[in-house]
Structure formats: C-alpha cells, structure tokens
C-alpha cells in the first residue's frame, strides 16, 4: 500500500472511529480490528479491494462505512468519469450479491438451532431464559472467500455453544449475532445491521434498547409496572436510534457511555437517543440497565429502582 493510501485509509477509520489495523492489507481480503467504542476489540474491518487502489473502512457496532479511494483522490476534479462509475456499480452488485448470500447462511443458522438456556442469560441474571444456541455456525458458511472471511469474523468461542440473536427487519431475517459463554459479542460479518432488531416481547407500546440483556432487563421492570411492551434489541447505539425513529411513539431506554469528543461529548448512547426526538432515560451512573440491575445489593430492589427510571418517561 502507497503511503498516500495508507494515509487515507487512517483517516476513513478516523471517520468512523476505527482503528487503523496493525496488520498489512491483502487486496480483496477484509482485515479485522478494534472500533473506538465499548466493547471494541475485533469490531471493526478494513477492506482493501482487488485493484489495490480503494477500500472500505466499517464499524460493526455503529454500522458506519467510508471508503476511500487513490483514484478518487487523483480524479477528484473529474466528476465524469465512466470508468470509475463502471467499477462503482460493479463493487455494488457484488456487495448486494454478498448480502443475499449472508442472508441465506443466516436462514441456514436459525433453522439449525435448537433452544435451550445459555451461560450468559445466566450472567445476566435470566438462568431460565431460553434462546437459540449453535455449537458451531461454519458448517452453514458457503465454500468461498466470502465464507472464508464470514469464519475468520467469528468470536474466539471460549465455550459451547454460542447463542444466537437474530436480527430481523420487519419480518426478514438479515442478520445474526454471536455470543459467548463469557458475552463477547459480534455481527455476522457483512450482515444488514442497519434497521434490524430482535423482539422478545409484543405489547401496546414499544421500548427500543441496545444489547440482549438490557432488553430482558427492561421487559421485566416494565412487567413490574404492569405494563404489557413490545420490547426490542437493537445491537448498537446508532441502531437504537435508527430503530427507535422507524416507530411513532417508540421509547429508548438508552445506556449510559463513556462521553466522546466526536460525539458532542455525549455517551453514544445519549447521543444517538437525543437525535431522534424520542422520548429516552438511561441509568444514573455509567453502565446499561442490565449493570443497574445486576449491581450489588438486592437485585429486586435493583429491578424496581430500573422499573422507577423507566417510568420517568412513560408519561
């Protein structure tokens, strides 16, 4: 890689709060490293394509991308350019063709599972919560550089099984995640995140939140307070966001981050509640509500200070 290209690469990963990977890059080959947020080893790629010239830099827990491009910098001042058009379009239909694919092996992992409890139910304070568990999701990869790159995305599975959380939008399965034993998360790699959400409760009103253990959290402080929600988790902060402004009337219940310069030096998730005019609450202190439940001390009493935050906006 050109230094020239290599000094725009750190700055797409800049643009998406990655950071640069410290391995060299392989042309056609997607390159893991560590995201700027919480929780941010292995969560972000870097994409290098064939042609050695451009690429992609993504954030798994945002779902952000910026590319960046030696060409487009060259040809900057030349907007018509049908060579450069020609090979857009054909980066576009490859990139569809691999989301269909994804899609397909994400089908494929749901129908095999089987339901059963899991260790980090447990660690979150839900031991008899059943969901879908694989011992092992590469049979269902296809023979490919694409499933190649799908199995070198994979969390380092410290113990069986993993537990599966699908992603759906509407009723479309796009996406699933994987968690260990120890509740080290990832998105299957090049899965639609953006939009996806997994629900485990219906009611009349509906409570939009992060990760798996604070919406079980929340489904039940808002069953302390009698009230029948649909409740659903959607992955990353930016996605609360996205998720929450797709639904009149929708609830966040936000966690409560480390602040970020690049944020407004707001937590990500106070960030991306704010935007969407939702009304939205978040713990006291640093942590998700599921921290706030499983804190030391009596963890109903802890529910129902969670169930009493929740209600500060219910109107």
């Known amino acids: 890689m050109s230094a020239s290209l290599h000094e725009l690469m ?50 798994y827990q945002t779902g952000k991308s910026q590319r960046f491009s030696l060409e487009g910098l060259r040809q900057a001042s030349n907007d018509n350019n049908p060579e450069r058009d020609r090979e857009r379009a054909r980066r576009d239909r490859e ?40 011992d092992d999701p ?29 992603g759906r939008i509407g009723s479309k399965l796009v996406t699933v995640q994987f968690i260990t034993v120890s509740g080290v998360k990832k998105n299957i790699l090049k899965g639609q995140m953006g939009g996806s959400f997994h629900r485990i409760a219906t009611g009349r009103d509906t409570w939009v939140c992060e990760g798996i253990g604070t919406a079980l959290t929340v ?49 990500a998730g106070e960030f991306y509640a704010r935007r969407t005019g939702r009304r939205w609450v978040m713990p006291p202190e640093m942590g998700d509500f599921n921290d706030m439940h499983m804190a030391p001390g009596d963890r109903k009493e802890n529910l ?12």
């Open 219 to 267: 489904r039940a402080a808002l069953r302390l307070l009698g009230a029948n929600a649909t409740v659903l988790s959607a992955f990353s902060a930016s996605n609360v966001g996205r998720v929450a402004e797709s639904i009149a009337g929708s609830r966040i219940a936000a966690d409560h981050d480390k602040p970020v310069e690049g944020l407004e030096n707001q937590g």
């Open 138 to 166: 590469r049979p269902f990869f296809p023979d490919s550089r694409l499933g190649e790159a799908l199995a070198r995305s994979l969390p380092d599975a410290e113990g069986k099984p993993l537990l599966i959380i699908p």
């Open 304 to 315: 129902r200070a969670v169930a009493l935050r929740l209600r500060e906006v219910m109107g």
């Open 10 to 59: 750190r700055e797409a990963c800049a643009a998406v709060a990655v950071e640069p990977p410290k391995r060299r890059l392989t042309p056609g080959v997607w390159t893991r490293t560590d995201s700027k947020g919480k929780n941010g080893k292995n969560d972000a790629a870097v994409f290098l394509d064939d042609n050695g010239n451009s690429g992609v830099a993504h954030n």
């Open 95 to 134: 990139e569809e063709l691999q989301r269909q694919e994804v899609e397909r092996v994400c089908a494929r992992i749901v129908s095999a599972c089987r339901e059963d409890r899991h260790a980090y139910f447990d660690k979150k304070g839900f031991p008899d919560e059943l969901g879908l568990v694989c």
